[in-house]
């Protein structure tokens, strides 16, 4: 009545206007007819309402669409107050309010559809409510909303109706298959229709409403942006009611253009959901996995219950290959869903003696996955000639619907994961998308706990070789006995000397100098006698067979320490001096006659485990293990943090007898002496006349007299040939001085080696510590003498050629 009111405002105007070009006569003339005075609004409304043909032709005709819009946008903002108000007795979110058409606030609707979309970002609750606004928006009896199946992309399926909704509003989802003709044409059409009873469309049969108490329906399509059909909605009156019309189906057009985006979004919110789920869950797996990998079967437990979980089977199996057998095999067969019965019986199960299952590769679902590497989803597995049903007889239980997926591990199958019977409907792609990527996380799994297993064998394989080891590279208590007996010597004479000569003494008399030495220096009250004759008889014997590199030489670098210590009493403290002895007796344990460069070129399993200083790290930790050994620990008396402190010093004074560190330690302490910086009371000032000391006592036999050096020297060369001969196999061509052909290069390398090292050695040493200068003299002498032997050889070489 409001717009016919307007329209009728309009007739009187246009009236009006139309009267006013006429002459005074043809004025007075009217008025003094009565039937000619202008219409009343009331007039001409009611000619509008008994003529509406003609309101309408007129509209159309005269009427500009500016205006109409302004009409529309007054009635709706007049209208909001009684629209709210019944909003408020029916459905309870904004989109309830909606009374959109073509010339509506566009504004407003995009307004009520993201808050509503806040509210509940999931797609089946934007469909349902704007099937509901639609069918308001047109004055439907009802509809129905049918959804695509990922599963069965040619089938509708009924999933909600207006009929069924909870206490709270909110629609109960249903899943029937539609045979209905019209949502189904216009699935695969894409175009909406408007049909009524009795109607001639050839599209359609002419009784297909003729059981249903529907008399017209619309049915429209619901699509994503990108084209690809989410629903149909279908909208119904009864016979009652009046056909749909064009403008029905353009409100429910506008709707859909927004409702589309909407739907498209609420999509990708639900993707990010589920992906953001699988995300935490795969973290929860890998969590579980890896932090407590005890055994395999457990692991394989693991496994299937979160498969479970995944993808909400209600049975699971994980089968291994054994590619040499070609055979897929279990020990953990068929768990339950239950996850706490199915736990507890795999717990049991474990602690049974395991029942394995094996079949060939190929044989059943499992075996055709394990073969191809393809992925299978069964739905019907009765209906798969590939299924074998024998289980079932035996235990009673109906197999419907299978996922059977393969674990890869650098390309190669290493297992097959099959899920049984989805407890709500049948698995999906998003199922086997998931599944596909929690297989992954299996993959690494499985193959690191088969690593774990191989370790934790080679671990017990290393300890029970350790104890063998350990039980012949420890002195015999016969030794010890025999060392008790004879007792350790109240004096020897000359054994402080730096020219004590260690050729002259056997290998034990050596071990019980060795004690000696130990005890003379600190003395017994803080140390077991038994552990220290033990330490030292096993330290002898952990030194090898080497030309030089042997025990002897060990006792050697010990006493030229226990020289210097002796001598230079008060330089160095007591846990510094023990140190120093000790590292000193164990500098070179299990040497093998080889230099580091050696080892790593020859690629050493020593070399892989420490890439600098190789040798030196591996002494220091033989000399902790005879430490470990029982009743080998000298430094049991100790408290804690003397044990650590002397066990760190140890290790400085060890790794300083690596050549390739003497020259920087060199450089820095050389520095801070000429600047007249260095200071006995800095502690890294000490860690370097440290490291000088130990490479001083190393080098000893250069300071030795003549005899003893040219007797180091033999053996010296003899090892360096055997590292040059097993460089020549090897491929390699070795340095001069380690070249057996090349013997007339020993002067050249003797004199090289005393200018280079061992004089800036000793003449630093002299100018910290002045008692070391004997030292340094005995080094100068054998160092005239070879260059007197280097002078005869090239007189030599002269006269041959």
Known sequence: MEILSRVAGSFAGLWRNR??????????????NADDREPTSYQVAKYLQCNPEFLDTYIMDEIQLEQLERWMIRKTQRSRKVTQSVSRNGRKTSLSRWKFCVHADKRQMLQDLIHSLQLRPTKMHVLWELASCICSAVNADGFRLYLTDASDSDALHLCLSNSF???NGDPKPLRIKSDAAIPNYVAKTREPIRFSKGDDDQRLSHDVLDKSEMAHVMCQPIVYPDGSLVAVLELWRRDCGSPFYEEDEEIGCSYLVWGGIAIHYAHLNLVGLKQRKLNDFLLAVVKSIFQDMVSMDMLVSKVMNFAQRLVDADRASLFLVDSKSKELYATIFDVGCDEKTAMNENENELNKAPKEIRFPL?????????????ILNIVDAYADSRFNRTIDQITGYKTESILCMPIFIRGNIIGVVQMVNKRSG????????????????CGLALHHAKLYDKIRRSEQKYRVALEVLSYHNTCSETEVEKCLVEGIPLKIPGIDSYDFSPFVIDDFQK??????????????SRFDKNSLIRFTLTVKKNYRRVPYHNWTHGFSVANTMYSIIKNCPNVFRPNECLALF??????DLDHRGKNNKFMLDTESPLAAIYSTSTMEHHHFNQTVTILQQEGHNIFGKLNSSEYKQVLSLIKHCILATDLALFFPNKDKLSKLVDNEQFSWTVAEHRMLIQTIAMTGADLSASAKPWAVQTETVKVIFAEFYDQGDEEKKAGRQPIAMMDRDQPEQ???SQLGFLNGICIPCYTLLHRLIPETKPMLEMCNENLERWQQI????????????
């Open 746 to 748: 020993q002067a050249a």
């Open 582 to 587: 000790i590292g000193s007796l164990c500098h």
């Open 165 to 167: 909704i909870d206490e």
């Open 511 to 524: 071990a019980i100098y060795s004690v000696f030495m130990f005890k003379d220096l600190f003395g017994l």
């Open 790 to 801: 280097s002078q005869e050889n090239q007189k030599k070489a002269q006269q041959q050629s």
């Open 362 to 374: 190929g044989t059943g679902i499992a075996g055709q996955v394990a073969m191809t590497g393809e």
């Open 426 to 441: 049948y698995f999906s792609k998003e199922d086997e998308e998931a599944f596909e990527m929690f297989a992954v996380y």
């Open 19 to 32: 009267r006013r070009p006429h002459s005074d006569e043809h004025i007075s003339r009217n008025h003094a």
